[in-house]
Structures are given as C-alpha cells and as structure tokens.
C-alpha cells in the first residue's frame, strides 16, 4: 500500500526525517510514536502526498508519488481516509455535509440509511444538523472518523485522533478504529498516548513504530 | 444557464456565500449590460444612418437649374432630354411646385410666393447601379442648358456617410471594451474568492476534490451572478432606450437612437453573452489561481 524507501524530508534548510525505510502492508495495523515535534504528522503527510519527500522514494499504491499528477494525487486521496488532527471541516457546512464530502467531491451518492447507519456508528446521529464549530472536541474526532471512512477507503490515517478528547471517548474512538482495521482496512495512527497503544495491542497485533532523531524504529516490545 | 448541472450545484455549495465580490460582480455586470445596451443602440442607429445616407448617395442626384423665367420652361426640358438619353440614368423628372415648396417650408414657412421669387427649378434623377458618367454628364448640360448645375450629393454626404459608419464602428469598440473591462473585474473578483477561500479548497483537496470540481464552484457563481446582473442592466437599459422621443423628421439622428424592429432583440443577447465571458473568465482566472495554491 504505502513503502517508504530511504525517504528524507527537510524543510527551511534543517532535516526533519531522513533515512525511512517503511513498508505498511494492507490489512495492517500501525501505531507511530514519538516525542512532539519528532515529525509524526510530517510522516503521514507523506503517506496523503500533502508533502513530497526531499529525498528517496514513496510509493503509494504501487505509484511513486513525484510522478503523480494533481488530479492523480486527488484520486489516490479517495482511497484513503485521513482523520485531522485539527479535523479539517467546511465550518459553514452542516455535520452530515461534512462527512459525505468525500463523496460529494467524487460525484457519489449515499442513501440516507447508509449515512445514519455511519452516523450511529460514530454516535452522532442526533447531530447530524449541526455546524462543526457547535461540536465538542470529542464529537468532531468522531465526525472526522466517519468522514474518513465514509468512501470505504483502503488506509485510514489518524494524526492524533485522541489529542483532545478524554480517556473514554479515546477507547471509543480506538474500538472503531480496531473494528475498520478487522474489516481488512490498513489503519496507521500517529499517537504519543502510550496507554491508548498498550490497550490496542490486547485487541489487535499492532506494531509500533517511533520516530527518533529523525528515523523511524520499531519500537521496543514493551509497549 | 439550465445546462449548468447539478453537480455544479453540489460544487457551488462547497464554497461559502461570499460577502462584497457577490454583490460587486453583480453590480458590475448591470452596469456594464447597461452601458451596453446604450452602445448596442448607437451601433445600431449610426448603422441604419450609415447605411441611408450611403445608399442615397449613390443613387440619387439632381440637377439645379437657375434661369430667367422665360427660358426656364426651355432649358428644363433641355435637361430632361439630355438626362432621358444618357446611359447609366435609370429616370429622372423634374420636381413639381408643390415639391418645391415642401423643400423649403422649413426654411421659409408654408406660404411660399414660388412665383415671386428666382428659385431655381429642380430634377430628380435615379442611377442605375452601373451608374452614369459624372463628368461627361456635366460637360453635356453645360452645352445644352447653361444654367443646370448636377449636383450629386457627393460633397455633403460623403462626410456624413463617413461619420456614421465611425460612429457604427466606435459603438462596436465600445461594445468590446465593455466586454473586456467585464472579463477583467470579473476575473479579478474570481481571483480574490479563489484566495479567500484557500482553507476551503485545501480541504476540498484533502478529501480528493480535483481542480475541475473546485474551479466548477466558483465558475458557476461567477457566472450566474454576471447573468443575473447583467439581466437587471440590460432590463434597464432597454426601458432607458424605449423612454426616448420616437424618431421624427425634425428630431433627425438623436431621436432616432434606438432599436428597430428585430434591432429590440439585440439586447436579449447581452446576458447570455456576458454569462459566457464570465464563465470563461472566471475559468481560466479559477485554474491559474489552483495551480498556484498548489
């Protein structure tokens, strides 16, 4: 799905990934690790071509990334669902606007049975009228949710899903995130809760990887 | 406009409801539909004008005889066959006094004394489109009826026939102008939304939206806002237009600036038009401004 080869990223003259050798195989799960600041969200802006890579090689879904058009890239966009970590929302559009604009920006439809049965999934069924800004923190990590997976995309990225929410609304939002990942989807997430982690890895074989001194290292066992 | 598809509807909601470029667009485009309408108007009267005085220019003369009374009778006669027997004249007849008087009442008033005073008889003639001979004509009536003059209108129509078709050509430049200066606002205002909005379309962006959908919002409201403003204008116009004094004689050009006829049809066009110069505008204004957000 996504193989970073020996990919370096610098931005403003300083380096701040180099070295990346990693391949995220379909069906996996990944959690990425690492201290603020360390690059985790650089990281998966290469995985949704937000960034380029400086150097070395990113292939995603067996295309290497430079050689893709804009339009390219919006397609290859489709395939993945990318939960924000500031979610990312058309404020002036109303929540269920907001979740089905994956499919708005592809000319696809959803019946409305489909898009409250997602709804009631992430539990906001009861607000799909509302404007993102009326949202707690925890409503629209959720929103995101739905909207990332609304297209049945093949990887689901999630920078920071659980940065503003409390402890249950994370177990909430990593059992569905588990619940995609058995549906066969290629889930990564970029964390610093490492209790959120070690509860995940008592439900699904998730690896970990941590991002030190600008690479990337599976991270020890006892996590 | 109907051709714009619901898609496009879908596109053009993504966007948020802008503030000044809405109603700017809008009113810009009522103005200049205005404008042109009054553009469009001269064009065409200046056309019609052109086109007249053109036409009589090259079929009409006449010829002016001064003579005292008892030889006037004469030498109109003399001119008469001299113009009957010339090739390229397809008639000519010489104005009666009732003619005569109507040619100068507006001068000297309706009770004319034609017999007290020296005006000179007058003959009509009509030209065949071969034409005649000017110069030889002259030389002939000179010999044969020394007090006839040919006058063929050159000296005094051509000028105006000139000016009219200037004045048909400024009417269409101006009609360009407007169109451009419409392209060009229109342009900048699409440009102006384009980076407001760039949060908006980096989120379009984020969830796979391509440039043909994002630049699709915009070219829509851009273009239906230009043809409901430039409807409101040309409306307006057109009452404009329809509120001046009807042509007459007396009045001439001025009131005779307006539509004729299937000429009133002509502003119908404006909107439509100034939709499909918004649209293009504000594409090509919609892709440039996307590649630079890239």
């Known amino acids: 799905m996504i193989v970073f080869d020996n990919v370096a990223y610098s931005y403003g003259g300083g ?72 979610c990312q929302f058309l404020d002036h559009l109303p929540l269920t606007a907001n979740v089905m604009l ?27 009228d509302q404007l993102p800004p009326q949202l707690s923190g925890g409503e629209r990590q959720r929103a995101a949710l739905a909207r990332a997976v609304i297209m049945s995309p093949d990887v689901i990225l999630a920078d920071e899903p659980t940065g503003n929410v409390d402890w249950e609304m994370s177990l909430r939002l990593l059992t569905l995130l588990v619940e ?44 | 406009m109907n051709g714009l598809r619901r898609s496009e509807r879908s596109a053009d909601r ?32 200046s056309g019609r004008l052109a086109d007249r005085w053109s036409g009589a220019l090259s079929q009409t003369a006449t010829v002016r005889i ?42 000297f008033g309706p009770d004319l004394p034609l017999d007290a005073l020296p005006v000179p008889r007058l003959v009509e003639l009509v030209e065949t489109p071969a034409g005649y001979d000017g110069e030889g004509l002259r030389q002939r009536l000179a010999a044969e009826a020394p007090g006839a003059v040919l006058d063929d209108h050159t000296r005094w129509r051509r000028p105006l026939a000139v000016a009219a078709e200037r004045l048909r050509l400024l009417g269409a430049l101006s009609l360009g102008l407007i169109g451009a200066s419409l392209a060009t606002m229109v342009t900048l205002s699409a440009s102006a939304a384009l980076a407001a909005n760039a949060q908006v379309i980096r989120v379009l962006r984020l969830v796979g939206a391509q440039d043909a959908f994002i630049a699709r919002a915009f070219v829509r409201r851009f273009t239906l806002r230009t043809f409901w403003g430039a409807s409101a204008g040309a409306l307006a116009g057109l009452i404009g237009v329809a509120l001046l004094p009807s042509a007459d004689a007396a009045g001439g050009f001025l009131t005779g600036l307006g539509f004729q006829g299937a000429g009133w049809l002509w502003p119908f066009a404006l909107p439509p038009v100034a939709g499909l110069v918004a649209f293009v505008a504000t594409r090509i204004a919609a892709f440039a401004k996307l590649r630079e957000l890239t």
């Open chain 2, 66 to 107: 001064s003579a005292p009374a008892d030889q006037m009778q004469a030498q109109v006669a003399a001119v008469l066959d001299v113009l009957t027997t010339t090739p390229g004249i397809a008639s000519a007849r010489a104005l009666t006094e009732e003619e005569t008087r109507a040619l100068l009442e507006p001068w």
């Open chain 2, 14 to 45: 993504v966007v948020p409801p802008t503030g000044p470029t809405a109603w700017l667009t809008g009113f810009t485009a009522a103005a200049m539909a205005f404008l042109a309408v009054f553009a469009l108007a001269l064009s065409l009267a």
């Open chain 1, 180 to 223: 995609l990942n058995k549906m066969g989807k290629t889930v990564l997430v970029a964390t610093h809760d490492l209790n959120l982690i070690r509860t995940a890895k008592a439900q699904v074989p998730a690896r970990v990887l941590r991002i030190a001194n600008r690479r990337v290292q599976l991270a020890g066992a006892d996590l």
């Open chain 1, 102 to 128: 994956p499919l708005t920006v592809s000319g696809r439809e959803t019946t409305p049975k489909d898009l409250g049965d997602l709804l009631t999934w992430v539990g906001l069924d009861k607000l799909g």
């Open chain 1, 15 to 86: 380096e701040l990934l180099s070295e990346v050798n990693l391949r995220l195989a379909a069906g996996s799960f990944h959690f990425l690790t690492g201290p603020s600041g360390a690059g985790k969200s650089t990281l998966l802006k290469l995985c949704y071509a937000e960034l380029l890579p400086t150097a070395g090689r990113l292939t995603l879904f067996d295309r290497e990334v430079r050689s893709l058009s804009r339009d390219e890239v919006a397609r290859m966009r489709r395939r993945m669902g990318v939960v924000h970590q500031d």
